[in-house]
């Protein structure tokens, strides 16, 4: 049964506008959240995390939205640039020091 | 980036045959974890090692053994590769603190043929 959730195999979005890309949780021992960003033949790469005491955290142009009640983040890019295009992946896990429990991905394109 | 390096890059194969690849890092980081991705699948967990000698089994285990006799070092190994087992792994290292993120290698792309 899958733990973390990206509904969203796709999104497309114009340039300067903004993305937002979705993720849903079943686990509410979950401590932390984070946002991996990921360009074909690289690794997935750290963009922002939050922790499961916050709602919102923001760094330049990504902004994470937690809503624990709804066991729902977002990851909102504003504006969005052509090179944002990327495979985004939600992780979560427990304090504790476990793995990273990873959801399927969302494929974002960024038109100019 | 992160100190990680993986090897090889790219390996083509036939079934029935041993692969072991190979992760290292340069971060002294007590945590490392090897990973695959497959389409439709996004990254799945294999194994990990919270430190030297000391690894457990992840989400997709089967048919993979582990082994880390060096904190740098953290090798993946087939014992007799599938095609099943055709996919781009990654290996990944964390402190393991918090929310300290996981830093990823640039993955291996294995053909099993």
């Known amino acids: 049964d899958q733990q973390v959730k990206q509904n969203s195999p796709s999104l497309s979005v114009q340039e300067g506008r903004i993305s937002i890309l979705n993720c849903d949780y079943t686990n509410s021992m979950f401590d932390y959240f984070l946002w991996y960003k990921k360009y074909p033949a690289e690794g997935p790469t750290f963009l922002i995390s939050i922790s499961s005491i916050k709602d919102k955290n923001e760094d330049g142009r990504f902004t994470v939205f937690l809503n624990k009640s709804a066991k729902h983040l977002s990851l909102h890019i504003v504006p969005s640039q052509p090179g944002d295009s990327a495979v985004y992946f939600c992780?979560?896990?427990?304090?504790?020091?476990?793995?990273?429990?990873f959801g399927k991905g969302t494929r974002l394109s960024v038109i100019a | 980036d992160a100190g990680i390096t993986q090897s090889p890059r790219h390996k083509v194969t036939e079934t029935g045959t041993p692969v072991t690849l190979r992760c290292h890092q340069t971060e002294n980081h007590r945590y490392m974890y090897w990973y695959r991705q497959d389409p439709g699948h996004g990254l799945r967990l294999i194994h990990y090692?919270?430190?030297?000698?000391?690894?457990d089994k992840g989400e997709v285990s089967d048919g993979y053994s582990v082994s880390r006799s060096k904190t740098e070092d953290f090798l993946l190994t087939l014992e007799s590769a599938t095609s099943s087992q055709t996919s781009v792994y990654f290996c990944a290292i964390s402190h393991g603190q918090g929310d300290q993120p996981q830093h990823f290698g640039d993955g291996t792309r294995l053909s099993i043929l």
């Open positions: 992780a979560a896990l427990w304090a504790g020091n476990t793995p990273l429990v």
């Open positions: 090692s919270y430190g030297v000698k000391d690894t």
